[in-house]
Every structure is written in structure tokens, then in C-alpha cells.
């Protein structure tokens, strides 16, 4: 795999971040994951895939993640598109809110634990070796510690050895704020990557599980990340299943809610990429269809009337919506090609 | 042939300098192929996998011949049969031959007691000799319907010779109607599920962690869920968005976090819960693979056809086996690309296996004057025949 296809031409529009600053919205299926195309997002705003760097897309990026722990991110970055999370972390490029793995598992008197995966990207280049023997004397000590270890819980969880890794550990909206806002604050912005990207990965899991939550907070806490100065683009990533989304004739308030918040973030987007799987079944060569739909109407653009013009030319490869297939192959390169092109690509 | 021994010396070999760093298998999971008994490493990456209990369900997880450890399997079941039970109970005894730790959430020692045993003798000579032959049998055999993966499983046992073989072996055979005798001590954790007015999960989610946190760092752990949210255990608030879906997204967490050491198989009555609904629908997202066995109805008149002697109805599928989303693979994004999903599967299960095959009808062309003969012996003459009603 040559470097220069780490994200296919085809798909280079897709994942390129308008020029104006807006919200994204990215919807996935329970069969069709969109964490092929975050990693891509990932990409192109990191500006590994360097080829094209005329355009200004480098960007730094906070990706908040409730559904997958950094591991995987580091992982999938990493074979997907070589992309080097770690280090772009220790330069202040990227931060990663967990939003997995404290967030409703009870931290009671796991705090040793806590630790064991934090420490794990940290030895990157040896993780192989240090994992042997030598990771029994580390589990035993910080367990009997346990009041040292919560005291250093109730911190916000500081990069004091972990620069760029955040977690949440509430499901309040100002606990997240607060934490995503840290994140956004650790960055170190540079001439080349002025401006933030942040990714929120299934924010609506706070939808289902949180009681008192109304899909209004929610999408006002994403307009809320994107009026910081530093944030240039807010991508969100949401279900859109047909069992979550158009509920049969007596809809649970979960269905309502998530449509709800569906409609209301697609509505305030810029630009809505939806995956979902083929509609005529499983093909072999076939992951899924990647649809992406521009709104020319969105009142971003009405907010700041002047450069509007701008921004629609940008847009224009895709203007009113397009389809591709995608094949996402084991190695976690991925094939992009239009309808009827898969055997010639 | 000598797939395992050779991998574990490869395995180790890497752990002990880094810069050999396996081109293909991701970084981290490569020293988890240690020896620990039922795990082996993955054909397609080399991530730590651990086997369902059931051969044919390891042979259709994208390619892993097993489960990948770390992750989680959904299993529903509409209809009030308990196949799904099945698999859940193999899943188990799997673990209780390996000395895997097994945690059963809200069932009692009699669910333990119930466990089936190795089908085998415990001969290991002739036991060695006798799967070898009946590998060979069903190495043949598979190939023409089954999936491919599924080859693989048997096949190191035999190879690495008769003592060897014993210990390697990743999937045993259970046998329904025997019963497994659990090693002294604790072989499996019963957690019990809180009457309390608030969310049972949370306890059971601390319980699970406390009990793992304390074992040795090298012991694998097998959760086991039987009939989430059944009403007949868990109390009627507990199939609320709000309090089953934080503990999914919990243990989600766990096992991330030990993602060498844990896997959960959890099963769950859709006709209580459909899979239209959304609650279930965030139950599956947050699990790693999803499975969805749909029974067909007894049907009285084909039973009946069974026991008139048609010898093919021993492979009479009982149900149809749909897979909705495969641990790894469909995290990756994939879909369609791993052999056999998309296709027809179905599932059958007899007391020394639960089978998963590509579900194909019967062919009727040439066959049609047993069939009718059957049925009609089958139906007391109900019907008349085919010649008496032309003239």
C-alpha cells in the first residue's frame, strides 16, 4: 500500500472538511460502521496524506470517542492510514476523550486497572517486550493503594503522564464540556494547523442511557464546542438505524428522542455522510454505500452571509448529494468506486 | 501442518525482541499468543481468540476461528425455544474444560450442574486416533458446504500427535446428554442479580470486576448472561433504556479493558424484546457480534415425515441463523467481504453439536414421489395420491 493511497482521490472529497466553519454529520447502520471513515477524517485533517497541502485542511483534532477506547483508535489509525496517533499527540496535534471506559463502568476500587491500559500506549514502541514478566510487580502495588489512586481520579484526569488523553467519567453535559474544552485547550495550534476539528463519536449513547436528556441539550452542547474560537469543524457521528430512527406506529421515547436528534443535527450540518450497507443485500465486494448530501441551505452559511460564495464553490464535486460504494478490505485499506465501476477498480 | 507449535514459538520469539515486530499482526496483541490453555492466536491478525464451544460459530466470526477476546457476542432468540441456551451452555463447558474462569449472571448451581460433558472418552490414546479419523471425515465432507474457516479447527490436534493433541485442543466436542463434572473448587462464579428497586447492573458489573480484578493477571474469563432482561429474572425496570444500556456500555468497557483476558456471550428473548425496538438496537450496537436465531415452527406433520425414515432429515435445519454484525470485522467497518455472511445460514442441533450450514430447501425435482410418499404415509392417507386423481 503506497503512501499516497492512504485515502483514495474518490474519497478525498468526502473526508475533506469544508472551508467554512460548520458542523458535520456522520450517520452509521449496526452492519455498516462509519470508524473506516473517522480514521479517514482523522487522516486528512492530520495531514498525513500530505499530497494536497494547498488546501489548508490540516487541522488538530480532539476525537471524543463513547463507543471505542484510544487503543483502538491508535490501532485502526495505524493500519488504516498510517497515521501515527501517539506521536501526534506528544506534539500537540491530537487529544483523545475516552468516552468508554470510565464512563459508566463503577471505578470503585479499580484504580490499578485504571491505569494498566493508560500505561499501555504510553510504551508504544515496546509494548510487546514490556508486556511480560514485568507487568505482574506493576499490577500488584497501585491496587493496595487505593485511596492514592482516587485522589488522583478526582482530578480531571490530567495529562500528567498522558499528554492528549482525557476521560470522561460523567454523563453530565458540563462534565463533558468541561473535559472536551480541556482537551480542545491542550492542543498547541500551529501556521499549518490552525484551526481544531473535533469528532464526536455516538455522543447519542448519552441520549439512550441518560434519563433527563433532551436531544435540544445536546445539540446545543454541540453548537456549544463549535462557537470556540479554536474549533473550526465539530463532526458528529450518530445512529441512524431504521429501528432507532422511524419508529412503527408506537415509538418508544428512546426513538423519538434519537430522531430527534438526527433531525435536528442534520438539519444544523453543513454536510451529512451516511453509511449505511448495500440495499439489495450482502455483496462479496461490497462494504457498504457511502451517501453524502450537502445543505446549501444550512444556516451556517446564513450566520455569516458574507462568504457564502466561497464555500459553495468548494463544495461543488458534490453538490446535491452523491454515492459511492466502499470496500473496506482486512488489511483496513478501503476502495472506494462509483456504482457499476467495482470490477474495473 | 504443526500450525500450533510452530506459532507459539513465533509468537515468543517476537515478544522477546522488538524489532521483529510481526509485519502483519498488530503490535499488541502479538505476545498475548502465549501458551494460556484455549486461546490461540487469530489466522487473520493474530489477535488472542478463544473458541465459542461450538465449531461451526467460530468458523463464521470473519475469519477468526474463534472468538476474539475482548469482545462480546449478542445472541436472540424469538420464540420460546432455548437454542441459544445450547450455544450459552457449550460456551460455558468450553470454558470449565479450559479452566477458563466462567462468571453466570443470575443462574443457579443447577445451570452449572447442567453443563454437557466432553463427548469423548478420556482416553487419550485412542481419542487422539479416533478425532484424527473423524477429522479427516469431516475435513473432506465440509469442504463442500460448509464454511471454510471451519477447517482449521480440528485440524491441529491431530497433527501435533497424541499427547500434544490433548493439550491442544481448541474446541472440544460436548455431548448434550452427558453431564460435566466441575473440578473441585470454583469453576464457575454464579453473580447473582440484586433484588434491589434500582438498577440491578451496576452490582453485577461490580461484582464481575471485583472477581476479576483479584484473579491472576494470566487467567481468562468467560461471562455468561443468560436471558437478559427475561422477566423470570431480572425485574421489570430493568429493560429500561437508562439502566440496560449503561451496563452494556459498562461492560463494553471491561471488556476493552481486558481485552486479553474477557469475553461475555450474552443471549436475549427477542419476542419480548424485537429487534425493531430501539433499546434492543443500542443493545446490539454496544455488542461486538450480533446473532439472531429464528426457530422455524414445529411443524407436526414433519416430524412426523422424520421418523418415517428419510435419512437425509438427520441435517434438518431447526432454524434459520442470521448474523447481523461479527465481532472485529464490522468494527473495522467491513461487511459483505467475509465468506458466507449474506447467505441463508441455518442451524441444527443434536445432542453432540450445534451446527451452522448454509441453509439450502430440499431439492424437489426427482425426489417428489418420496417426498409425497412420506407425507402421505405420514398424514394416515389423508391425501389421495396423484393417480387417483387422473382420469
Known sequence: MPPTSRIP????????????????????????????????????????????????GAKNVVLVSWMNDYEFWRQESRKGTGLDLGGLRTLGRFAFVDGLSGLFLPAAE??????????????????????????????????????????????????????????????????????????????????????????????????????GLTPASLTSFFLGLHTQPSVSHVLIHLQSDLALLAPPERPSPLQIAQQNLVVRTAHMSAKVLGVRVLDTGVARDVSGVLRVTVNRESWADIATVGEGAEGGAVQAPEEGGSEVLYKVNGDGSVRVFERGAGAAA | MAFRKRNVALARSPAESPAAEAPSSPASHAPAAAPTPGTRPSPIDGRPTTSTGTPSLDSILAGHAGLPLGNSVLIGESGTTDYAGALLRFYAAEGVVQGHQVHVVGMGEVWGRELPGIAEEKDKRREGKERAEKMKIAWRYEGLGAHGSSRERGSPAPSTGDAAGEAAVFCHT????????????????????????GSPFAEILKNLQKQIAKSSPGSIHRLVIPSLLSPALYAS???????????????????????????????????????????????????????????????????????????????????????????????????????????????????????????????????????????????????????????
Open chain 2, 237 to 391: 425496570g430493568a429493560s429500561h433504556p437508562s439502566v440496560v444500556l449503561p451496563f452494556l456500555h459498562g461492560l463494553r468497557a471491561l471488556l476493552r479493558k481486558y481485552s486479553t483476558r474477557l469475553t461475555a456471550v450474552i443471549t436475549l428473548p427477542l419476542t419480548l424484546y424485537p429487534r425493531s425496538s430501539g433499546v434492543v438496537r443500542w443493545m446490539e450496537i454496544l455488542s461486538d457480534g450480533v446473532f439472531e436465531l429464528s426457530p422455524f415452527p414445529y411443524s407436526h406433520m414433519e416430524s412426523l415425515a422424520t421418523s418415517a425414515g428419510t435419512t437425509m432429515d438427520e441435517e434438518r435445519p431447526q432454524g434459520i441463523f442470521a448474523v447481523h454484525k461479527l465481532p472485529v470485522f464490522h468494527e473495522r467497518g467491513g461487511g459483505g467481504s467475509t465468506e458466507g455472511l449474506g447467505e441463508d445460514l441455518a442451524f441444527t442441533l443434536s445432542r453432540r453439536k450445534f451446527v451452522v450450514a448454509k441453509f439450502s430447501l430440499p431439492p424437489m425435482e426427482g425426489d417428489t414421489e418420496a417426498q409425497e410418499a412420506a407425507v402421505r404415509e405420514a398424514s394416515g392417507n389423508a391425501m389421495p395420491r396423484k393417480q387417483d386423481l387422473e382420469f
Open chain 1, 110 to 211: 479499580d484504580g490499578a486497572d485504571q491505569q494498566r491500559p493508560q500505561s499501555l500506549p504510553a510504551a508504544q514502541p515496546g509494548v510487546p517486550a514490556t508486556r511480560g514478566p514485568q507487568s505482574l510487580p506493576l499490577r500488584g502495588p497501585p491496587g493496595r493503594t487505593t485511596p492514592a489512586t482516587a485522589t488522583a481520579q478526582a482530578a480531571p484526569r490530567a495529562p500528567t503522564s498522558q499528554p492528549g488523553l482525557y476521560a470522561l467519567s460523567s454523563t453530565s453535559l458540563d462534565h463533558i464540556n468541561a473535559t472536551v474544552t480541556a482537551a480542545i485547550a491542550s492542543l498547541r495550534p500551529s501556521p499549518a494547523a490552525p484551526r481544531t476539528l473535533v469528532i464526536l463519536d455516538n455522543p447519542d449513547i448519552l441520549l439512550a442511557c441518560v434519563p
Open chain 2, 174 to 197: 460436548f455431548d448434550l446428554a452427558r453431564r460435566l463434572t466441575l473440578p473441585v473448587g470454583s469453576a464457575i462464579d454464579y453473580i447473582p442479580i440484586p433484588r434491589t428497586t
Open chain 1, 9 to 56: 482521490p474518490l474519497l478525498q472529497p468526502f473526508v475533506r472538511t469544508p472551508k467554512n466553519e460548520s458542523l458535520l454529520l456522520l450517520t452509521s447502520t449496526l452492519d455498516a460502521s462509519a470508524n473506516w471513515l473517522l480514521t479517514r477524517f482523522l487522516c486528512d485533517a492530520l495531514g498525513s496524506g500530505q499530497k494536497d497541502n494547498d488546501n489548508g
